[in-house]
């Protein structure tokens, strides 16, 4: 067997292997032999069907499959051993005017394009610098969350008459154009938050009503246009909800509204612990700091965000564009040109972010231990499992749930993807200047928009 290479540029090369019948004539007179063991037909008892039997009713197929699976063997062997580092997968080249007659004596040449990865090198250095926030909680972001927790310790009233943030329990019913009740519309009963409105002159008219009070109302003006919300609202599907262009009246069956719970130490002890917190001041500082403790997720996610498009445009290498598109359209059959097009660049930058991963791991010799993915596991079905209760969780059981958890191969190759995502973060990290800047939660936002 002969396999020679055509390197076409640095990112692309075409792979032809020559294969006589000597090559694979051993494979497929063993294949028939196999077959003919195991063969039950007519005629023959089991196991004593002669091969040539075999070789003159599925010889042609036998000897397609054993020539696929020789080239498929014979090719990955040559890209390992030759150390090529290949993007995507090896594509056939289909040329017309060879045509074999698979008798068994055919010369066969088969010829590949492959795409190669790129050379090129890192030199992340404390001249490369990025902006590291420290996010610190503002005033309106910390009063709104007081008073989140306030009212969820607070007690239900019904006032006479509606205010800001109440909740109006309210009947809603479809009406017509002409302003009459849409016939078999919808109609449904249920709690409008005042909060949630986001057209200001429609909240506005919702405050200070009554029981039994009627008010028409735009819907979708209402909640701009908010399929979901509208949608859970009036208990209909979304895509009724996104279709919907009816004005609804509303009418008053109950006011609700929470009132905060009073800050005492009876609150902070339900909050905290006895004897925890004291006081108001010693309360605001505890809020501040949880919430500045979870700014900190916030201000990870932008700084990794700016290290991955910050080594983009660092480390700027070219890729075989043309070959990974035809790769991508032949191993997605349901892809389409336009999809193509539109998804290709996301792609491409993603595929940059891999190789420059790699290639930090493998130069500074940095590996992932399964202790560490262990580790990562258990680490995230906790926090999951907090979501759902405070109490934690026993460490054994925990472990249990993890080995469970890894044994899915998906959920392994998603774990260990960010713990190696998270190594090469860290490495990127230390090798730059990171120059920290406190900014305020609400100008961080804007930042980030």
Known sequence: MNITQEKIDNLNAVVTINMK????????DKAIKDHAKKAKIPGFRPGMVPPAHIRKMYGKSILV???NNLLSDTLNNYLTEQKLEVLGQPLPKVDDKKEYNWDFADDFEFNYEVGLAPEFALDFSAKDKLTQYVIKVDDETLAS???NIRRSYGKMTNPDVSADDDVLYAQ????????AVFEDGIVNTTSVRLDQVTDEKIKKSLIGLKKDDELVFDINKA??????????LLGIDETEAA???SNFRLTVKNVNRLEEGDLNQEFFDKLFGAGAVTDEAGFTAKITEELETMMTQDADRKLQNDIYNYSLEKVNFELPDEFLKRWLMATNEKLTDEELQGGYQDFAKNLKWTLIENKILKDNNIEIKYEEVFAAAKQSLDQQFRMYSPQPIGEEQLAQYAVQYLQ????ANKVFEEV??????DHIKNAITLDKKEILYNKFQELVK
């Open 21 to 28: 019948p000597e090559d694979y004539q051993p494979r497929v």
């Open 65 to 67: 499959d054993e020539v």
């Open 145 to 147: 969350r007081i008073k």
């Open 172 to 179: 809603l019913t479809q009406l017509s154009p002409d302003g």
């Open 223 to 232: 909640y701009n246009n908010d399929a979901p919300k509208i949608a859970a």
């Open 243 to 245: 279709d919907l262009k």
């Open 408 to 411: 899915n191969k998906e959920n």
């Open 420 to 425: 190696k995502a998270l190594k090469v973060l």
